[in-house]
T-cell receptor, first 114, second 117 residues
Framework: DAGVIQSPRHEVTEMGQEVTLRCKPISGHDYLFWYRQTMMRGLELLIYFNNNVPIDDSGMPEDRFSAKMPNASFSTLKIQPSEPRDSAVYFC????????????FGQGTRLTVV | AQSVAQPEDQVNVAEGNPLTVKCTYSVSGNPYLFWYVQYPNRGLQFLLKYITGDNLVKGSYGFEAEFNKSQTSFHLKKPSALVSDSALYFCAVRDMGLGSAGTALIFGKGTTLSVSS
């Protein structure tokens, strides 16, 4: 398996624009997690899904953020409108079963909002 | 709420010397504990985990970690450090006292390990 695949790897956008980050989990995995990494706050959980259903979105910072998982092989994280403080590296991770299994991370998307 | 603390932002060690990266946790139930490593511009890679059983767990690249319930710690160790071990290390926990709400990994802020030659 190619692992968790995220796209794009880098995204530079202007403030106010819509940004969509994409994730393809490892085939067969039933959990998908979105994290955000910044120097100040470290790794923060934004939202996670189980069998395509959002379970906990309490980490989503504002209504500007939304996430979907229309099927088992695809998820999106959307920011609309984007702001400079959203600049971070966004990671997607997946795991098979929980809680005693490790999560596998994608390479991340580095978002810069200018 | 569950939390993970990595008290050292940076650990410096000479190649060949033993290394320890510290981690303490706070949970309401039994913890499932994990260590991950992140190299520059890369995602996180799983190193090892403690679920139950032997308190000393062994993982990838010669790393090991010791679960200490009384001290609520899960320190990462390696007997002999390599320059190539230099990276950012994260400790993470799942709080099994939260039921399904504890499914997601909660991470510490990370410790930068620097191994000098």
């Amino acid at each position: 398996d190619a692992g968790v695949i995220q796209s794009p790897r880098h995204e530079v956008t202007e403030m106010g624009q819509e940004v969509t980050l994409r994730c393809k989990p490892i085939s067969g995995h039933d959990y998908l997690f979105w994290y955000r990494q910044t120097m100040m706050r470290g790794l923060e959980l934004l939202i996670y899904f189980n069998n395509n259903v959002p379970i906990d979105d309490s980490g989503m910072p504002e209504d500007r953020f939304s996430a979907k998982m229309p099927n088992a092989s695809f998820s999106t994280l959307k920011i609309q409108p984007s702001e400079p403080r959203d600049s971070a590296v966004y990671f997607c991770a997946s795991s098979f079963g929980a809680p005693n299994t490790e999560a596998f991370f994608g390479q991340g998307t580095r978002l810069t909002v200018v | 709420a569950q939390s993970v603390a990595q008290p050292e932002d940076q650990v410096n060690v000479a190649e060949g010397n033993p290394l320890t990266v510290k981690c303490t946790y706070s949970v309401s139930g039994n913890p499932y504990l994990f260590w991950y490593v992140q190299y520059p511009n890369r995602g996180l890679q799983f190193l090892l985990k403690y679920i139950t059983g032997d308190n000393l767990v062994k993982g990838s690249y010669g790393f090991e970690a010791e679960f200490n319930k009384s001290q609520t710690s899960f320190h990462l160790k390696k007997p002999s450090a390599l320059v190539s071990d230099s990276a950012l290390y994260f400790c993470a926990v799942r709080d099994m006292g939260l039921g399904s709400a504890g499914t997601a990994l909660i991470f510490g802020k990370g410790t930068t390990l620097s191994v000098s030659s």
